[in-house]
C-alpha cells in the first residue's frame, strides 16, 4: 500500500484543527488513536483540515458557518456539536446560529433544526 501522508499538509492541518476545536481536544483525539484508526486520523487531518481548511479563500468563521449547515443537513449532531463550538472560537455569534439553525429547520425539517437547537444551547451555555 502507498504511503500517502503527507507531512506538510498534515502539520498545516494540525495547526488549523487546533486553532478551531482547541489543542487539548485535538491532541486527546489524537492520543486515542491506535494502528487501527490512527492512519484515517492522520489522512483526516491532512485532507480536511490542511487541505480543505488550509486555503484563504474562505475564512475560518465563514468555514464555520458552511460546516454547521452541511452537519445540521446530514444530522451529524455529534459533531455539530464539535463544530459549534469550533464556530464560537471562529467568531460565529450566537444569533449567527441560531439564523443557521432556522435555514437547517427550513431545508431539512422541524425536527433536525430541533436537535440543532439543543446542541447550541449545550454548546452555548442556554438554559
Same mark, same amino acid.
Given at each position: 500500500?502507498?504511503?500517502?501522508?503527507?507531512?506538510?499538509?498534515?502539520?498545516?492541518?494540525?495547526?488549523?484543527?487546533?486553532?478551531?476545536?482547541?489543542?487539548?481536544?485535538?491532541?486527546?483525539?489524537?492520543?486515542?488513536?491506535?494502528?487501527?484508526?490512527? @492512519?484515517?486520523q492522520e489522512a483526516m487531518t491532512a485532507w480536511c483540515?490542511?487541505?480543505?481548511?488550509?486555503?484563504?479563500?474562505?475564512?475560518?468563521?465563514?468555514?464555520?458557518?458552511?460546516?454547521?449547515?452541511?452537519?445540521?443537513?446530514?444530522?451529524?449532531?455529534?459533531?455539530?456539536?464539535?463544530?459549534?463550538?469550533?464556530?464560537?472560537?471562529?467568531?460565529?455569534?450566537e444569533q449567527e446560529i441560531r439564523a443557521?439553525?432556522?435555514?437547517?429547520?427550513?431545508?431539512?425539517?422541524?425536527?433536525?433544526?430541533?436537535?440543532?437547537?439543543?446542541?447550541?444551547?449545550?454548546?452555548?451555555?442556554? @438554559?
Open positions: 500500500m502507498a504511503d500517502l501522508f503527507n507531512e506538510d499538509l498534515f502539520l498545516k492541518g494540525l495547526e488549523q484543527r487546533k486553532a478551531t476545536l482547541g489543542a487539548e481536544y485535538v491532541e486527546k483525539n489524537l492520543a486515542a488513536a491506535d494502528d487501527f484508526t490512527r @492512519p484515517f483540515w490542511g487541505f480543505g481548511w488550509g486555503d484563504e479563500v474562505i475564512d475560518a468563521k465563514t468555514r464555520s458557518m458552511m460546516n454547521l449547515s452541511m452537519l445540521g443537513a446530514l444530522g451529524k449532531m455529534h459533531e455539530w456539536e464539535i463544530h459549534c463550538r469550533g464556530a464560537v472560537t471562529n467568531g460565529v455569534t443557521i439553525i432556522h435555514v437547517i429547520g427550513i431545508y431539512c425539517g422541524v425536527p433536525q433544526a430541533l436537535e440543532c437547537f439543543r446542541a447550541a444551547k449545550k454548546v452555548l451555555e442556554l @438554559p
